[in-house]
């Protein structure tokens, strides 16, 4: 299957300090990437949905200014969460869709990457 | 919008069938996604279905109505490392996909 990579898995930082997260597909092309939240023993919630040359779209409730998404290419996009505050520590995930035709039907499935769990002090 | 429910928590036993079930509402249909989730890990793929019936994939088959809104996915011959978490995931009209609250299953011995 498609293989997304993500890092750093973990990063702990100062309140006040910015972090860079970094998601790569690795074998394919992705013109959209998802980015995810996930706190402990909830779901993923959707933050924004990441455009290769234009700019991410966000969902209600996501400060745009204060996670701020960069598609430059087609095999990456990055989450930078600004001013970090302890309220953001969670796990962040990103999300890339591949077309695959199935025995049935074709389908737009997520690869993920392997998360980055942000402890913000 | 968009709305998804599936149980809490489940237990099982080793080697037994269990079948997590999901219901959903929503205004738009491209797919219905089950993913697993261990613990601390992101979620991998486990199946996919857009038209109505049953799709079968080894130990896995994951069931779906549209017109009922409702999906299940049935795990046979269960395994201790089956404990995990399942999510029920829906892409809507859009390009979105969105996650339930994910199903906690527990398989004893």
């Known amino acids: 299957g498609a293989v997304v990579s993500q890092h750093p898995s973990w990063v702990i930082c100062k309140s006040g300090t910015s972090v860079k997260i970094e998601c790569r597909s690795l074998d394919f092309q992705a013109t959209t990437m998802f980015w995810y939240r996930q706190f402990p023993k909830q779901s993923l919630m959707l933050m924004a949905t990441s455009n290769e040359g234009s700019k991410a779209t966000y969902e209600q409730g996501v400060e745009k200014d204060k996670f701020l998404i960069n598609h430059a290419s087609l095999t990456l996009s990055t989450l930078t969460v600004t001013s970090a505050h302890p309220e953001d520590s969670s796990f962040y995930i990103c999300?890339?869709?591949?077309?695959?035709?199935?025995?049935?039907?074709?389908?737009?499935?997520?690869?993920f990457g392997s998360g980055t769990q942000l402890s913000v002090l | 919008g968009q709305n998804i429910d599936q149980p809490t928590e489940m237990t099982a036993t080793e080697g037994a069938i269990v079948q997590i079930n999901c219901t959903y509402q929503?205004?738009?249909?491209?797919?219905l996604f089950w993913y697993q989730q261990h613990a601390g890990e992101a979620p991998t793929f486990l199946s996919y279905n857009v038209l109505d019936g049953l799709e079968e994939k080894g130990r896995f088959s994951s069931f779906l109505s549209r017109s009922k809104g409702y999906s299940y996915l049935l795990l046979k011959e269960l395994q201790m490392k089956d404990s995990a978490s399942y999510l029920c995931?829906?892409?809507?009209?859009?390009?979105?996909?969105?996650f339930g609250a994910g199903t906690r299953l527990f398989v004893k011995a």
């Open positions: 999300s890339a869709s591949l077309r695959d035709q199935g025995a049935r039907a074709v389908s737009e499935k997520l690869f």
């Open positions: 995931a829906l892409r809507g009209g859009g390009f979105k996909t969105i």
């Open positions: 929503t205004s738009g249909f491209n797919g």
